[in-house]
């Protein structure tokens, strides 16, 4: 099966196209329920935890990325300032952190409202966007829990782009 054979099936619910894209591209997946599926996804950095979820009331496919980091109480406030920091620099989603389980996550939606329909291309950006925004944040996030250092100090580290591999 081809891209081009999944938008010609496009399926009503978006969540049955992530499969299809998931199946295509040979990304573990588990689909917990007709509304909802989880990608497992490996990232330069850490292992990702791809959400989707079907909102009917909202006519909204979600996507929330989560990642293997826990915030410990103590940096909480400091992780806070660095999302703020980092949210500004985001062109599509945003990170947010579970306050009860110090989880951070990256998410979007994309709005299908009045019978829009998800194409395969929008699902894969969106996924891409999610891995793309962890592999540039995470060490931002470790250099504020592990290594103590404040918001603005990690973020310019995060911002500072590398070429090439040593």
């Not at 990232?43 to 989560?66: G, K």
Request: proline share 2%; with cysteine.
């Amino acid at each position: 099966m081809s891209l081009i054979d999944i938008e010609a099936d496009a399926p009503a619910n978006p969540v049955d196209l992530v499969e299809q894209l998931a199946a295509l591209h040979d990304w573990s997946f588990e689909r917990s329920d007709e509304d909802e599926i989880t990608l497992s996804l490996t990232s330069r950095w850490t292992d990702c935890h791809v959400s989707f979820q079907w909102m009917d009331e909202l006519e909204a496919l979600h996507l929330a990325c989560a990642f293997d980091f826990k915030v410990p109480e103590g940096r909480r406030a400091e992780v806070l300032k660095l999302l703020a920091l980092v949210n500004e620099q985001m062109w599509l989603g945003h990170f947010d952190m579970w306050s009860q389980e110090g989880v951070i996550m990256f998410r979007h939606a994309l709005v299908l409202a009045g019978g829009a329909t998800a194409s395969d291309r929008q699902c894969e950006v969106i996924v891409d966007a999610a891995l793309d925004a962890v592999e540039r944040y995470y060490p931002a996030f470790q250099f504020v829990v592990w290594a103590g250092k404040t918001a603005k100090e990690a973020m310019e580290t995060a911002l500072f782009d590398t070429v090439g591999e040593a």
